[in-house]
């Protein structure tokens, strides 16, 4: 139990200070995302694209990719810029560009795991690092950045846990009703936002 609480409270303050908030700021989010570790993780995620429904996604877990490595999560066909939802309730924990994912957007949920979203071509306007986002929130849209260049427009959809990647296909469920996700914006923060580089590396 003490092991635990140390790893937690290290992560915590590690994702604290990626944030880059006031002391108040993260004294906030270190209690919610402190609760949120404590809660079961999802059984069930929404679908992050609507209009797209489990049937047509082909899995993708671990298929091979380049040398000696696996792929860690589904690719979701769609047009470019369809938009990309939150499939859990949780914290937008990173937002930023790798040689693989392109541009990303990370998620901290129930249970501390992290739902990554890879290949935007775009991110929501007014998302930050911080923001809490529910399943109707938009986070970017469909594209072909990083290494998904040359290839159809896809979503990269991956889950992680403290003892690594995880399968997001047998969780994903199609979401209920249609809405116009398009004009979905974040809430805006009523305290001033970290201005983020959408260049910087991660």
């Not at 290290?10 to 989010?29: E, I, P, R, T, Y």
């Not at 919610?32 to 429904?53: D, K, N």
């Amino acid at each position: 139990m003490i092991r635990r609480t140390i790893v937690l409270v290290g992560l915590v303050s590690a994702v604290g200070l990626a944030f880059g908030l006031g002391l108040g700021d993260k004294l906030l989010l270190y209690a919610r995302i402190a609760r949120l570790y404590i809660q079961t993780p999802e059984s069930r995620i929404a679908m992050p694209l609507e209009g797209v429904s489990k049937s047509q996604v082909a899995n993708t877990w671990h298929a091979p990719r380049g040398v000696g490595r696996l792929h860690e999560g589904q690719d979701i066909f769609a047009p470019k810029g369809t938009p990309i939802l939150s499939a859990t309730r949780g914290y937008v924990y990173k937002i930023g560009e790798n040689n693989l994912g392109g541009q990303t957007v990370s998620v901290i949920g129930a249970g501390g795991r992290v739902y990554y979203y890879a290949h935007l071509d775009s991110y929501a306007p007014n998302l930050a690092e911080g923001d809490y986002v529910t399943t109707r929130t938009l986070l970017g849209y469909v594209g072909v950045t990083g290494n998904a260049q040359g290839t159809p427009p896809h979503l990269h959809f991956g889950i992680y846990s403290s003892s690594g990647a995880i399968n997001p296909l047998p969780l994903l469920t199609d979401r209920q009703s249609p809405a116009n996700a398009a004009t979905i914006k974040p809430k805006p923060r009523s305290s001033p936002q970290r201005v983020i580089n959408r260049r910087a590396s991660i």
